[in-house]
C-alpha cells in the first residue's frame, strides 16, 4: 500500500509531500496525550494549595478576631516609702581642723612623741622643747618662796610676843603696829615670790607642744633637734575630735531640695566602706561659673576617710508614701505617661499617671493610682483600652 509522503506538524497536521508511518505517528499521539495530563494534573494540584493557604488564613484571622485572649502578668503594688535619693561628688576634709604651732618661748625639740594617723587626747604632749635653763630659773624661784616664807613667819612671831607685852606696857602699840605691817609685807613677798615661780612653772610647761582637744593627727612637719620659736609655722594639724565631712559638689536644683540634717551617705572612692552621716551646712553661694554650690555633710570618724580624697555621696532629699512599679510597666506616648489596669471583666483600661523619682527599685507613681489596682506589668504596649486578657498575678520585690 502506497502512502503519500506528510509531514506532521506540532498541532498534529500534516504536511503534503510527506508520508509518515503508522507506528511514529502512535507514538506521536501519545506522547501528545502525556503532555496534557501532566498539565491538568499541575493545574489541579496548584489550585488545590491555594484552597489551603486561604483556609489556613481564614482561620488565623478568625483566631485573631476572638478565638484566643492574651495572658500578661499583673500585680497589686501597695503603697509604700518611697525615698528621694541626690548623689554627689566631693572631696573629703577635716570638719574642724586645728593648727598647731609653737606657744611658747621655742627652743630646741628634744622629742617628737605622735604621728600622723595617731589619736590623741586634749592636753597630750606632742612634741617637747629642752627647758633645761628654764628649769634652773623655776628652782630659783622655788628658794625665793621658801625665804619669803621664812620672812613672813618670822614677821608673824614678832608680832605675837608684842601683842603680849603691850598691855604690860613693855611695847607701845607703836611698835605693834610696825610689827604688824612687817608681817603683812612679809606675807605679800610670799604671794609675790610664789606667783614668780607660777609664772616661771606656766612658761616651761608651754614649751611642751600640746594637742588642744582630741582629735586625729592628720600631719606632723617637725622633728627632733629643730629650733623652733614663738609664731613659727604650724607643726602640726589636728582634725578635731577626728570628725571628717564631705564638701559635696551638687547643681544649683538639687542644692534647693536638701536641708541641714537629712541623712547621707559617703563611700570613698576605692572602697565598699560605706559611712552614714547628715548635712550640716548647705552653702550660701552658688558658683556663677559652674551653677553648683556645696553640702557639707559631717561623718564620724573612720579609718576610710582621709582628708583630700575624693568620695561619692547619696543624699536623702524627702520621702513620700506612693506606688512603686517597675519601668516595663509604664509606658508613654503623645498624651503623656499611662499604665493599664484590669477592670472586673478583666479588660485592660488605660490609666493615666504621673510619674515621681525613678531609681533601680523602680518608678513611683505620684498620682493616678491608689495601689490597689491590678497593674499590668508587661506587654502592655500590645494591648488595646477595653481589650480582654487572662491576668497571672504575681508579687512584687519591695
Known sequence: MNYESSTIESDGRLLPGEVVE?????????????????????????????????????????ADKGGQIPTVTVAVPGRQTIRTILSGTGSLAARREMPIGVVGEGGVVTRVLVEPGDLVRAGQVLATVDRSVQTQTAQSLAAGVEVARADARIAQSELDRAAQLVARGFVSKADVERRTATRDAARARVSVAEAQLAEAR????????????????LARAVEPGQIVSGGQAVLFRIAMNGQMEMRAQMSENDLARISVG????????????????????????IDPQTRQGIARIALPFNRALRPGGFASASIVAGAAVAPLLPESAVLSDTQGN??????????????????GEVSDRGVSIMSGLEGNERVVLTAGGFLTPGQKVNPQLTTLKQ
Request: hydrophobic share 55%; charged share 20%; proline share 5%.
Open 338 to 355: 499611662y499604665v493599664y489596669v484590669l477592670n472586673d471583666k478583666q479588660e485592660a483600661v488605660r490609666r493615666g499617671v504621673t510619674v
Open 202 to 217: 606656766a612658761r616651761n610647761q608651754r614649751l611642751d607642744i600640746r594637742a588642744p582637744a582630741a582629735g586625729l593627727v
Open 262 to 285: 537629712v541623712p547621707a551617705e559617703v563611700t570613698p572612692v576605692g572602697t565598699n566602706v560605706t559611712v552614714k552621716g547628715e548635712v550640716w551646712q548647705v552653702s550660701p553661694v
Open 22 to 62: 503508522p507506528k511514529r505517528r502512535r507514538w506521536v499521539i501519545v506522547a501528545v496525550v502525556v503532555a496534557i495530563l501532566v498539565a491538568a494534573a499541575a493545574w489541579f494540584f496548584m489550585a488545590r494549595g491555594d484552597d489551603a493557604a486561604a483556609a489556613k488564613t481564614a482561620a488565623s484571622a478568625a
